[in-house]
């Protein structure tokens, strides 16, 4: 199995920066990581995703003020927020799918507990 942990989190005002940071551990072969948040009273969102490969996808929600970023040597995965809204405010997960080369057909996944980021207005 693989473990996730985010940090970083906490209170900012709009139009500031913020960047968590995700550690992974573990023995599987990551396939992608991925950010998702979750909104009170909403449903959790996927705002971005890096490939093992290091492609990058993103939400339409973040695109253009957001960016996700991985260092392999760390094993830490990186989202960058710039230009924050009230709006954006939510518990932030990361999450990592992967694979077992002995069992490469079941792909598995693995969530961080979340961490809050809240923006004052």
């Known amino acids: 199995q693989m473990e996730v942990e985010e940090s970083g989190g906490g209170l900012v005002q709009s139009g500031e920066s913020l960047r968590l940071p995700c550690t992974i551990s573990g023995t599987g072969d990551i396939i992608a990581e991925d950010w998702y948040r979750q909104a009170p009273g909403k449903q959790r969102e996927l705002i971005a995703r890096?490939?093992?490969?290091?492609?990058?996808t993103y939400g339409d929600s973040v695109l253009g003020r957001f960016a996700i970023s991985k260092d392999n040597a760390k094993n830490t995965v990186y989202l960058f927020m710039n230009n924050l809204r009230p709006e954006d405010t939510a518990v932030y997960y990361c999450h990592v799918e992967y694979v077992y080369s002995a069992d490469i057909i079941h792909r598995l996944d693995a969530w961080g507990q979340g961490i809050e980021v809240t923006v004052s207005s």
């Open positions: 890096i490939s093992s490969g290091s492609g990058t």
